[in-house]
């Protein structure tokens, strides 16, 4: 069963911190890549940060030194640890997995790459 649940959004002010978790079904957590993506009201979908299966991580510049991506491998659980957080990070966040390795020339912060997506939790940053 593929399952992706996300939880911890919520409301902070602008330096404030959030830790938001991903849930992955056994299946999903096998998969190459898991990532985190964001969507503003009126954006495109937009890569915050990636692991695949040999534990290298990338970052979204505008993320970079502030949010850290990591996984309890034994809770088949992702999580984005998000501190210093900017009004600009308003957005609803999404895990998502790719089952295989990318294509030559592809990127992880492109989300039609990716095959399984969980339902979203928002966060919203005042100023």
């Known amino acids: 069963q593929v399952q992706l649940v996300e939880s911890g959004g919520g409301s902070v002010q602008a330096g404030g911190s959030l830790r938001l978790s991903c849930a992955a079904s056994?299946?999903?957590?096998?998969?190459?890549?898991m990532a985190w993506f964001r969507q503003a009201p009126g954006k495109e979908r937009e890569g915050v940060a990636a692991?695949?299966?040999?534990?290298?991580?990338s970052y979204a510049d505008s993320v970079k030194g502030r949010f850290t991506f990591s996984r309890d491998n034994a809770k088949h659980t992702l999580y984005l640890q998000m501190n210093s957080l900017k009004p600009e990070d308003t957005s609803t966040y999404y895990c998502a997995t790719r089952r295989l390795p990318l294509p030559i020339g592809a990127t992880w912060y492109d989300p039609h790459h990716y095959n399984y997506w969980g339902q979203g939790t928002q966060v919203t940053v005042s100023s």
């Open positions: 056994v299946y999903v957590y096998s998969h190459y890549l």
């Open positions: 692991i695949n299966r040999g534990g290298i991580i």
